[in-house]
């Protein structure tokens, strides 16, 4: 059984910092390109940050570079999203999700997401 847990998420203050964390289990996950996206009220569900499974290379929205950091740890089937210097505009549901392509074949999970309320 595919899933993908986050945690991390909670209440900070602006300007402060949170690490994000999600947990693979139930396909191999070294073979995925690792996102995160997130998802505000009334908006539209937005990428934040992905990472290639080849080369572990990453990208990111423009809205934050520089102070968020995506990596993955293969061992421990996990990906993070380092969340620093956070503006009350980051204010979402952060969900992750894991996405292969083999021979026109698509596999595209996601996990339920992990709430991030940046606020004084």
């Known amino acids: 059984q595919v899933q993908l847990v986050e945690s991390g998420g909670g209440l900070v203050q602006p300007g402060g910092s949170l690490r994000l964390s999600c947990t693979a289990s139930?396909?191999?996950?070294?073979?995925?390109?690792m996102s995160w996206y997130r998802q505000a009220p009334g908006k539209e569900r937005e990428l934040v940050a992905r990472?290639?499974?080849?080369?572990?290379?990453?990208d990111y929205a423009d809205s934050v570079k520089g102070r968020f950091t995506i990596s993955r740890d293969n061992a421990k089937n996990t990906v993070y999203l380092q969340m620093n210097i956070l503006k009350p505009e980051d204010t979402a549901v952060y969900l992750c999700?894991?996405?292969?392509?083999?021979?026109?074949?698509?596999?595209?999970?996601w996990g339920q997401g992990t709430q991030v309320t940046v606020s004084s």
């Open positions: 999700r894991a996405r292969r392509r083999v021979s026109m074949k698509e596999f595209d999970y």
């Open positions: 139930g396909f191999t996950f070294r073979n995925y390109d």
């Open positions: 990472i290639s499974s080849v080369s572990g290379s990453a």
